[in-house]
């Protein structure tokens, strides 16, 4: 029976940033779009690390980067997992084959598509990466274990939001019906019920093992998603309602001692002219120098009041104020 344990909230969470890319190439979307051209659609990589390399450089920010492990191997995507780790952020693991329903394999399927993918990454990079996050913000007892196991010393896949259910009506209705039928219902955005699971790191914890989880954040309280596609989304319909969302949300994440755990994805950077194959998704027709200006400002409210880290460093800090409320008699401070 998996349980929660060590919900910490009295680390100083709310002072706390940590941004991260899911470099999620092209056909990772069309793919679970159900195109048929997925496997031949130009890679968005080259150009999405051009633009974000330099962007962390002037903001002087690490970010951790979770790379699909297929395209770690090689190509464009190896150059760009290599270019981001050059630059001092992060590589963590996405899987190796962006799988939709990763969260529902078999253990033994779900183990083998990890360490695959954790190989390929640190064939590239020569460090292999100590964090997780699944495709879809799939979740479950068999991928936690699956991790232990492997020795990761965080997850970072939980969405805790209260609009999955309609994220994912949503997605589904932009499919053409065949697609629907032949996937089934993937599990994407997570389950209904992570809505209620806590913002601030915590512990899955079952008979014999343990991991750490460290959720995206979404709004405290409200629980509506807080990331970039998310803003851009918002920015479409309203400028002026997404920079007070932006400053509500933050303002709300200090007050609940919440980390601002922001996630950007390729889209966020580029537009329709870069990848005419994802024109479907939204904000596409944007130019990408207007979309680039507004992560800027974007990343820069939430890291110029905030200590940024990587979900590494992230961790490693949720460890040590673990070890350290230990030698306490177990009190957390
Ligand atoms: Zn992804």
Not at 167 to 193: K, N, V
Not at 304 to 321: I, P
Request: a negative charge; hydrophobic letters at 40%; glycine letters at 6%.
């Amino acid at each position: 029976m998996l349980a929660i344990k060590d919900v910490d909230t009295a680390g100083d969470w709310g002072n706390s940033a940590l941004v991260s890319v899911d470099l999620d190439d092209s056909w990772c979307y069309l793919r679970t779009h159900g195109e048929q051209n997925w496997q031949t659609t130009p890679s968005v990589l080259s150009v999405a690390t051009d633009r974000l390399v330099p962007l962390f450089a002037h903001l002087g920010i690490r970010v951790t980067v979770f790379a699909v492990g297929r395209d770690a191997e090689v190509g464009a995507g190896r150059e760009a997992v290599c270019a981001f780790f050059e630059s001092g952020h992060e590589v963590a693991n996405h899987s190796m084959n962006h799988r939709f329903d990763l969260a529902r394999l078999s253990p033994s399927e779900m183990s083998n598509d990890i360490a695959r993918s954790a190989d390929a990454i640190a064939t590239a990079t020569g460090v292999v990466p100590v964090g997780f996050r699944c495709p879809s913000f799939g979740s479950g007892e068999t991928l936690h274990q699956v991790l232990a196991a492997q020795k990761y010393a965080y997850d970072a896949s939980l969405l805790p939001t209260s609009l999955g259910p309609i994220l994912r009506w949503y997605h589904r209705r932009t499919m053409s019906r065949a697609t629907r039928e032949s996937i089934g219902s993937p599990e994407l955005f997570g389950p209904a019920a992570d809505a209620l699971l806590p913002l601030t790191p915590f512990r899955w914890s079952w008979d014999g093992g343990e991991l750490l989880e460290i959720p995206v954040t979404t709004m405290p309280v409200l629980r509506t998603p807080m990331h970039m596609s998310y803003l851009h989304a918002l920015t479409e319909k309203a400028p002026g309602l997404a920079s007070a969302y932006l400053r509500l949300g933050l303002r709300l994440a200090s007050w609940r001692n919440v980390p601002m755990s922001f996630l950007i994805h390729p889209p966020d950077i580029i537009d329709r002219h870069d990848a005419p194959d994802l024109a479907y998704l939204p904000g596409m027709r944007r130019p990408w120098q207007e979309k680039l200006d507004y992560v800027r400002r974007t990343l820069l409210e939430i890291t110029e009041t905030r200590e940024q880290m990587t979900h590494a460093q992230f961790a490693d800090r949720c460890d040590d104020r673990r070890h350290g409320s230990h030698h306490q008699g177990f009190e957390l401070e």
